[in-house]
Structures are given as structure tokens and as C-alpha cells.
């Protein structure tokens, strides 16, 4: 009997692994399947002739959308007219006086400081989606005002490279590419996060963990922050206490993690993520229900670049794969948004402080962001609901 049931389960695994469909390809076509309904639902609404309930209503048709596309679809010619605006804006004067914040040497660093003052009021709150679409908008909008770009913010599809982010377009260290992996560190143990009296999560260290030494960003100086480092082989590395606004000029580190990349951000966790019901299931499955091991997509993909500032939530913005990084998670909510926009488009949970600690009032529509000297200028949530109403005007294509 012992033997039968033995036999039948080998035949079984046999013609399962003749025929059956592989889980990542399968995720990716529905992944795709659902962006593309996102994009019909938003070519609907533009030309449907519904007025726009903004204050700031802009005119944004189908013909005026700056689309944003996945890296490795760039052309060479546009990956370099991207890298060298980026570097233009690392080399500008900052806004923010040093009075406030002495450690900003650039309009790149009014990004990162605004980001660093901030993070405990734009993650694990209700402001987290729209706060970040305002930053990465922002964001791109300097580089084309400032800096003479004329593209869109790339993403970065973290479920195409998910077995092996190191040697994706991205992160290949080739002159295309938003720069390599570290220099290789020998004999780093587990990196463990904390996050309050949760269960620390335990990772696996990346295969780099030095200095970033290829690519257009190997001489770049990183200025602001750390601040809280996640603890790699049992002790803080770099990230003392403090603001993270002191001048702390540093190589930037990454610590590239195809482990990482795999357990969190791979393709099923992208299509899981779309079929979530409320914006409050979406979100905290985005950055991770804590205390259950999973970091989601949010944390997935920024400890996939890992180091120093990628591995720190408070100066993530200082590595410049952070924009693609946040690119791809609003695209994640624009297409979650477009496949009920009628349900979804204002739908908003959660209160003003990271996990609500110390407990605050829950944030509204009516609630303003501010990014300080990066610039923008005092936002209500409601204005931040659409990616074609209030200030924008863009969408994203696979
Ligand atoms: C990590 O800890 C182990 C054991 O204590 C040690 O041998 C190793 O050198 C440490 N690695 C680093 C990068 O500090
Ligand atoms: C990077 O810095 C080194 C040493 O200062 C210099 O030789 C090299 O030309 C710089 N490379 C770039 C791309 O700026
Ligand atoms: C893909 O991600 C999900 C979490 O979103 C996880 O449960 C699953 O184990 C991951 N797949 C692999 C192969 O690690
Ligand atoms: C940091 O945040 C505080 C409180 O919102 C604000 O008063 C201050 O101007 C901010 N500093 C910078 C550099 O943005
Ligand atoms: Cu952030």
C-alpha cells in the first residue's frame, strides 16, 4: 500500500513537471492582464468627458500623458539622459539652508533631508501611497524643470529580475545602468530588522555590501543620514543615533540581494497584492503586516538594494534606484486604484504617525503634505487621489 501511494505520488510529480505551467510566468501574464485593465479603465476616463473634481483640475487627456516606463525598456540613449539629469540635480545648490539642515550640499539632498524629516509621519500612516506619488512626482518634475530632462520616471519591475536583481539592467554597474551591486564584503551575517516589539525579521545578507564602484553613480557622495540601520551580524552598522541631518559624507553601499528579491517582491506577490479588497489590506500588505516575517513588496524591494543609505527607511531617497523603486510601487496602487476607480480613487486608512505610535487622529483628504525645500509647495491628500486629475497627469506602461 505503503509503496502504491509512493509510486502514484512520483508519477504525479512527474506529469506535473511535463505540463505544468510555471508559477512565475503564470503570475507575470496576470500581472500584465492587470495593468492593461488598468490602463483601459484609464483611457475610459479620459475620454470620457466627466469633469474633474480638483481644485487644481488640470486638462490631462490621453494625448498630453507622460508615461512612465520599466527601465529595462529604456534605450540606452534615454537610461544615460536619465542618469546624467540625476547627476546634474546631485550637483545643484540646495534650497534648504544649512541652518536647518547642515548636512545638504545639493538639491538632490533638500529630496533626501525633506524624506529623513518626515519618515516617521509618511510610513505606516495614512499618508503613505499619497505622500510618496507627490515625492517621486516631484521628484521628476525637478529633474525635467531643473536639470532639462525631458523623459518620464523610469520603474523598476522588481518581479522581472526577482532570481537575480545584481544582473538585471538595473543594477548591472554598466554605464546604463542606475550602478552595481557593492563591493563584495566577506563574512557579513544576517541582517535584522526591527520594528518596535515586533518579532525582529532575520534576512539573509546580499552578495555586495561595500561601496558601489561601477556605473554613473561610483563617485557619488552621500551626505545625510543614516539613521537607523537595520543590524547586520548582531550590531548597528553606520546608522548612529541622531536626525540624519549632520553632514555625513560617505560612499553610497548597496548589499544586493537576490534572496530577498525572491521571497518578497517576486511576481505572485505583485498579483496577490492587486487583488486585495480595502486600501488598508493593500497598503499594509505593500509594506508588511508586522510581526509576520513578511517585509512586502515596500520592504522587498528596498532590502534587495540594501546598505547604506538603501537598507535605512529614513535615507533610502540617498540611493537614486529609490525614485524606481517608489515608481513601481505607485504603479502598484495606480493599477490597484484603476481596476475600481469609482470605489477606490479616494479611498484612504490610517493615522498620522508610523503605526500609529504615539497615537494621532486619522489622516483626511482635507489633510495637507508639505515637502519643505524639495519643493512642490502644501498638497491636500484629495489633490494626490488620481494619476490624471489635480497636479498630474502621467501613467505607466509594462
Ligand atoms: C560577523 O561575525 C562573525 C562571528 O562573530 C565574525 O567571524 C565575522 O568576522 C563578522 N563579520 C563582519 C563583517 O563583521
Ligand atoms: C571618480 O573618482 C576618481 C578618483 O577621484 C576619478 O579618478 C574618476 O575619474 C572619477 N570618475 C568619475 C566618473 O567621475
Ligand atoms: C513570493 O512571494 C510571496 C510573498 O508575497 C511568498 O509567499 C512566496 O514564498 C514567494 N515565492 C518564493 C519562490 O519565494
Ligand atoms: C522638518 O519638519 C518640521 C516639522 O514639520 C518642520 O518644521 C521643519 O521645517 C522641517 N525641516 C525641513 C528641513 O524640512
Ligand atoms: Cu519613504
Not at 540613449?77 to 542618469?83: G, I
Not at 534648504?96 to 538632490?108: D, Q
Given at each position: ?5 509512493l509510486?502514484s505520488?512520483?508519477l ?11 508559477p512565475?510566468?503564470?503570475?507575470l ?18 475620454s470620457?468627458t466627466?469633469t ?10 490621453k ?5 512612465r516606463k ?17 547627476l546634474?540635480f ?7 539652508p ?8 545639493s ?5 533626501l533631508a525633506t524624506?529623513i524629516?518626515?519618515?516617521?509621519n ?5 499618508t ?13 518634475q ?8 525631458t ?5 523598476w519591475?522588481?518581479?522581472?529580475y526577482?532570481?537575480?536583481p545584481a544582473?538585471s539592467p538595473?543594477f548591472?554597474?554598466s554605464?546604463?545602468s542606475m550602478?552595481?551591486?557593492?563591493e ?7 541582517i535584522?530588522?526591527l ?8 534576512l539573509?545578507p ?16 552621500i551626505?545625510?543620514?543614516p539613521?537607523?540601520?537595520?543590524l547586520?551580524n ?13 553632514y555625513n559624507?560617505?560612499?553610497m553601499?548597496r ?13 505572485t506577490?505583485?498579483?496577490?497584492l ?8 493593500f497598503?499594509?500588505?505593500m509594506?508588511?503586516?508586522p510581526?509576520?516575517?513578511?517585509i512586502?513588496?515596500?520592504?522587498g ?7 547604506d ?8 531617497p540617498g540611493?537614486p534606484?529609490?525614485?524606481?523603486h517608489?515608481?513601481m ?6 493599477v490597484?486604484q ?10 484612504i486608512?490610517g ?7 504615539p497615537?494621532s487622529p486619522?489622516v483626511?483628504?482635507d489633510?495637507t503634505?508639505?515637502?519643505?525645500y524639495?519643493?512642490?509647495g502644501p ?11 489635480g ?8
Amino acid at each position: 500500500m505503503r509503496l502504491t501511494v509512493l509510486s502514484s505520488v512520483v508519477l504525479i510529480g512527474a506529469a506535473f513537471a511535463q505540463s505544468a505551467p510555471d508559477p512565475t510566468a503564470d503570475a507575470l501574464a496576470q500581472f500584465q492582464d492587470l495593468t492593461a485593465e488598468a490602463q483601459a479603465a484609464q483611457d475610459d476616463l479620459l475620454s470620457s468627458t466627466a469633469t474633474t473634481s480638483s481644485k487644481r483640475a488640470n486638462t490631462c487627456t490621453k494625448d498630453k500623458l507622460l508615461v512612465r516606463k520599466p527601465w529595462g525598456s529604456l534605450s540606452n540613449l534615454e537610461r544615460k539622459a536619465y542618469t546624467d539629469a540625476v547627476l546634474c540635480f546631485q550637483k545643484l545648490p540646495a534650497k534648504t539652508p544649512t541652518g536647518l539642515v547642515p548636512g545638504v550640499r545639493s538639491r538632490y539632498d533638500d529630496f533626501l533631508a525633506t524624506h529623513i524629516n518626515q519618515t516617521l509621519n509618511i510610513h505606516y500612516t495614512g499618508t503613505f501611497l499619497a505622500w510618496h506619488r507627490w515625492f517621486t512626482w516631484t521628484y521628476e518634475q525637478a529633474l525635467r524643470n531643473e536639470c532639462g530632462y525631458t523623459g518620464a520616471q523610469p520603474y523598476w519591475n522588481w518581479a522581472l529580475y526577482a532570481k537575480d536583481p545584481a544582473s538585471s539592467p538595473i543594477f548591472d554597474g554598466s554605464d546604463y545602468s542606475m550602478s552595481g551591486n557593492g563591493e563584495y564584503i566577506a563574512g557579513k551575517g544576517p541582517i535584522t530588522l526591527l520594528l518596535g516589539d515586533y518579532a525582529p525579521v532575520v534576512l539573509p545578507p546580499g552578495t555586495g555590501g561595500g561601496c558601489v564602484t561601477t556605473g554613473p553613480f561610483k563617485n557619488y557622495t552621500i551626505n545625510l543620514g543614516p539613521v537607523s540601520m537595520p543590524l547586520n551580524n548582531g550590531s548597528v552598522i553606520g546608522g548612529g543615533p541622531g536626525t540624519g541631518l549632520a553632514y555625513n559624507p560617505r560612499c553610497m553601499k548597496r548589499d544586493i540581494s537576490a534572496a530577498i528579491n525572491t521571497a518578497f517582491a517576486n511576481a505572485t506577490s505583485v498579483v496577490k497584492l492587486l487583488t486585495r479588497n480595502t486600501i488598508a489590506d493593500f497598503q499594509l500588505v505593500m509594506q508588511g503586516v508586522p510581526g509576520s516575517g513578511n517585509i512586502g513588496v515596500h520592504g522587498g524591494g528596498h532590502y534587495t538594494i540594501g546598505g547604506d543609505p538603501a537598507g535605512d527607511v529614513f535615507s533610502s531617497p540617498g540611493d537614486p534606484a529609490f525614485y524606481l523603486h517608489h515608481g513601481m510601487i505607485d504603479l502598484t496602487w495606480w493599477v490597484w486604484q484603476m481596476l475600481d476607480f469609482t470605489h477606490r480613487r479616494n479611498q484612504i486608512s490610517g493615522t498620522q504617525t508610523f503605526l500609529n505610535q504615539p497615537p494621532s487622529p486619522d489622516v483626511t483628504l482635507d489633510d495637507t503634505i508639505d515637502l519643505s525645500y524639495a519643493g512642490g509647495g502644501p498638497i491636500t491628500m484629495r489633490e494626490l487621489m488620481s494619476v490624471n486629475d489635480g497636479p498630474f497627469c502621467y501613467t505607466y506602461s509594462l
